[in-house]
């Protein structure tokens, strides 16, 4: 049988435009701040940032960013890769300390987070790594579909400057990148996104040295820390410019290019104190129904009012946004009504499975005077390297605190890592708090097994060694067993919350870090490190296993990834939201940040934040296309590469256009079928542009009804479809979803490369509404059987709108069900340069299908829906205004 593909969905100056037209301060927000947004994200950091962005690419799509800290200046300290470790404290952090840490010394720790606009994008070391491919197939495994490595490496890597994330370069030059090893697979990179990942034009001598002693010791050197599999040793790519050597982050990535936008604000300098749960008993069977969000300057200000008309995204971080939930009253009972916080949904998995990576610094130092350092960069040497960082962008300043990293995995060691796994394995305790909910715990028995698994692989890092540059070594744990738990410690948000990491509550994580630390020893003498003149500490010198675990746990403390808090998983495992990132118990509430990762990745963080808020932008505007397809639940959603149409502005081009997804047969896709309907409890299955595999499809849908399918088939198409295909079709499709494009000919020539598209279009919805007739519902407005016909309003395209409105209305039906879709913006080929010839007079600055390089004005939108009134059209998909569905 053959197999097919699907992808599951569900300038130099270091002074950067101010970014003022959006922005909303204390002193104009009564002039500004509007009664309603549709959207209403809490938290304006990395996450909160990119789905802000994503969202108000429709520009009749308001959205508002309420962000606790301001705007940073672009100080030395905040841009200047060189800065990092060195400065003072940032003033753009929340200060927060963890509760005593009773396995490790009693003490507590500081696990400061971002307070500025682009969160800890702003502030962190800039280290650009994803973690590999079995940490987010996990993710899959605990009951996430669509969130498995070939699931989030489009969000990782897609290459439209509309759509991707990164832009990865390897500006260094030839020798360098063959000395270091440097040979990324960019098939699996990005080349166009917002956010620049890129290397440093210094290295510390000592790089080297480190590089060749960890190879010494049998750890290769890797070519590409972000291709799926991160073992080995690696100068680690950045995320920076690789034209001026400064930070690349969510806000010169996010929100600065969209400063023109006027449906886009963002309030600084405030915090929500308190969502608005709606009451319960409405027509949202989905659950209850967030109205808005309170919001206010500080504990004596004044408290001011948010009201979302779409959803309310939370996006403050894996600790602020499960304080703001339990707060509100969503979170464990037992924690919430001692404080005497109203209980509005009892949700136990709130809070906990919080994970970090465990970090322990060790001291260690270089004795030969000769070798240059970040340490040297003091008095005249400091103002001679920023002068010339300042001059041309070289010298030590371009370089971050940690460019030398390495992910070796257990069977780095001896055979002492299977006695290790094997007693972990047979541990009776999961060392969790006693008061752990029963959900949760059987969702942690599961992450503990799949944990186990993966510290057995080889391809697979147990902890980072992070060489700094001046010769501090630092041992990560990535794979922690430990969780803890994020409590609010009275009813206000602005009392400290209580964040307890447990560090080592599971004694095998320390004893991966004291593994880590006896690796060290090891390079320590190595033959590459000898120029150095390494001094090592003799507390952690020893070959005693008792002594190193005492003189390391005092040193335990935070890598600054806090994440799991308000974990991705099913409810009965203990999860907070489902797998299209909704908040179990709600119809409008998701959480897009690090707090959803079931389990931590292995890596640093923000590469994965940064995928996971593109995958939810993509989700939260799917879902506002058909209310009565996305339901509560939401559509189970199957994307088809490889569509027989080229539209020159496809908004899902990186799929349609390209060979990304996975290999499948009818009958495996015909079980993934089942698993929506069973673990993602969707309302229905989506085929999305099948129309090339119809054959296959049918097969797959037989074989799902066999299984014991239920749930509505879509059939969700450009309409360029046969009407042999749809014979095919018949009996197995109950709603068809087509998109009707464009009228003319020459449109569709140009711009679909069909010439004979709109009279095949004309035809096959024709064929689709004789099958299933007039769209019809269940009782609480989920779509049920019929045609839904779309029509997506392009720019200078509306008389054909209204032509196509008009042949619905007398060839179809007047009580067809219409969705006039705005939400049209430049992608995939429109706007791009065009080709030029060396005799070419083409002007450099003119792009392609200039035509409909815009976004489609209101008066368009407008034009089209009162053709379709004026024709009789009564039955459209408007965005429901009140609790319930507008049908």
Not at 328 to 350: F, K, T
Not at 446 to 464: C, F, M, N, T, W
Request: net charge negative; charged share 20%.
């Amino acid at each position: 049988m053959h197999s097919f593909i699907i992808l599951f969905c569900l300038a130099l100056s270091l002074f950067l435009p101010a970014s003022t037209a959006l922005h909303i301060t204390n002193q104009t927000i009564d002039d500004f701040l509007l009664s309603e947004y549709d959207y209403v994200v809490v938290g304006g950091g990395l996450s909160g940032l990119v789905v802000a962005n994503r969202l108000s690419e429709d520009s009749n799509a308001t959205v508002l960013v309420i962000e606790a800290g301001d705007l940073d200046r672009r100080e030395d300290h905040v841009i200047i890769p060189g800065f990092i470790g060195r400065s003072p404290p940032s003033p753009y952090g929340h200060s927060v300390r963890t509760t005593p840490q009773v396995y490790l010394d009693g003490q507590t720790r500081g696990i400061n987070q971002g307070k500025v606009v682009g969160g800890g994008s702003a502030r962190n070391g800039m280290c650009w790594t994803r973690g590999s491919a079995a940490d987010f197939d996990a993710w899959e495994e605990l009951g996430n579909p669509g969130w498995g490595w070939k699931g989030l490496l489009p969000y990782f890597k897609k290459a439209s400057l509309d759509s991707s994330v990164e832009t990865y370069t390897t500006n260094v030059p030839e020798d360098v990148r063959d000395k270091f090893n440097i040979n990324p697979d960019m098939s699996s990179h990005g080349t166009s996104g917002p956010i620049d990942v890129a290397y440093s034009q210094h290295f510390y001598n000592t790089s080297n040295n480190i590089l060749q002693g960890i190879s010494e010791i049998g750890i290769p050197i890797a070519a590409d820390v972000n291709a799926g599999d991160p073992t080995g040793a690696m100068i680690v790519p950045s995320s920076m410019s690789p034209e001026n050597q400064t930070r690349s982050d969510a806000r010169t990535g996010y929100f600065d290019p969209a400063i023109s936008r006027a449906n886009f604000h963002v309030v600084t300098g405030h915090t929500a104190t308190r969502l608005i749960v709606g009451l319960p008993g409405s027509l949202n069977r989905g659950g209850r129904r967030i109205i808005g969000v309170h919001f206010s300057s500080g504990p004596a200000g004044l408290n001011r009012t948010a009201t979302a008309k779409k959803e309310v995204i939370l996006a403050a971080g894996a600790i602020q946004s499960p304080v703001l939930l339990q707060v509100s009253g969503v979170g464990p009972r037992q924690i919430l009504e001692p404080l005497n916080i109203s209980v509005q949904i009892n949700l136990p998995g709130v809070g906990n499975n919080f994970q970090d990576h465990p970090m322990a610094q060790f001291p260690f130092d270089y004795s030969n005077s000769s070798v240059f350092t970040s340490r040297d960069l003091n008095g005249d040497a400091f103002e001679e390297a920023l002068d010339t960082f300042l001059t041309n962008r070289t010298g030590p300043l371009t370089t971050p605190l940690i460019n030398t990293v390495a992910f070796p995995s257990l069977q780095n060691h001896s055979a002492e890592w299977e006695t290790l796994l094997e007693a972990a394995r047979n541990q009776s305790s999961h060392f969790l708090p006693l008061d752990t909910p029963r959900a949760v715990v059987s969702g942690y028995a599961k992450q503990k097994s799949l944990l186990l698994s993966h510290l057995a692989r080889r391809d697979v890092g147990a902890y980072e060694l992070l060489a700094a540059s001046w010769g501090q070594i630092s041992i990560a744990n990535q794979k922690p067993l430990s969780r803890g738990t994020v409590r609010p410690s009275s009813a206000s948000v602005f009392d400290a919350p209580l964040v307890d990491p447990r560090y080592c509550a599971d004694p095998l994580d320390c004893k991966i870090i004291r593994l880590g630390l006896q690796l060290t020893q090891k390079l320590m003498v190595t033959e590459a490190m000898k120029p150095l003149l390494p001094v090592v500490d003799a507390r952690f010198n020893s070959t005693d296993e008792m002594e190193l675990m005492a003189a390391l746990k005092p040193l335990v403390g935070t890598e600054y990834h806090p994440s799991g808090s308000t974990s991705m998983l099913p409810r009965q495992l203990g999860g907070v939201v489902n797998d299209k990132l909704m908040v179990y118990g709600t119809c409008n509430l998701r959480v897009v940040d690090a707090g959803i990762m079931p389990m931590i990745p292995g890596g640093h963080i923000q590469a994965a934040v940064y995928a996971v808020a593109e995958k939810a932008a993509d989700i939260i505007k799917a879902a506002s296309n058909e209310p009565c397809i996305q339901g509560h639940n939401g559509s189970g959603a199957v994307f088809f590469s490889g569509c027989n149409l080229r539209c020159v502005c496809c908004q899902n081009h990186d799929i349609a256009h390209q060979r990304n997804g996975r290999d499948l047969t009818p009958e495996e896709l015909g079980e993934w079928y089942l698993k929506l309907q069973q673990v993602g409890n969707v309302h229905n299955i989506n085929l999305v542009t099948p129309e090339h595999v119809v054959p296959q499809v049918v097969l797959s849908i037989l074989h799902a009804k066999d299984l014991g399918l239920k749930v509505p088939i879509i059939y969700n198409t450009s309409a360029f479809d046969s009407l042999a295909s749809l014979e095919l079709l018949d009996g197995l499709v109950d709603i068809y979803l087509p998109d009707f494009k464009v009228w003319e000919a020459s449109s569709s020539k140009r711009l679909l490369k069909a010439d004979d598209y709109a009279a095949t279009a004309r035809e096959s919805i024709k064929a689709m509404h004789a099958q299933v007739g007039d769209l019809c519902f269940t009782g609480d407005g989920i779509a049920k059987k019929g045609l839904l016909v779309r029509h997506l309003v392009m720019p200078g395209k509306e008389s054909e709108g209204q032509r196509i409105m008009k042949f619905l209305a007398e060839e179809v039906s007047r009580d067809c069900f219409v969705n006039i879709m705005e939400q049209y913006h430049p992608d995939a080929h429109v706007g791009k340069a065009k080709r030029r010839t060396r005799t070419s007079e083409t002007p450099s600055d003119e792009v392609r299908y200039a035509e409909i390089n815009r976004a489609v004005s209101e008066g368009e939108i407008s034009s089209v829906r009162q053709a379709a009134e004026a024709a009789g059209l009564w039955r459209f998909c408007d965005p429901p205004r009140h609790d319930g569905f507008n049908i």
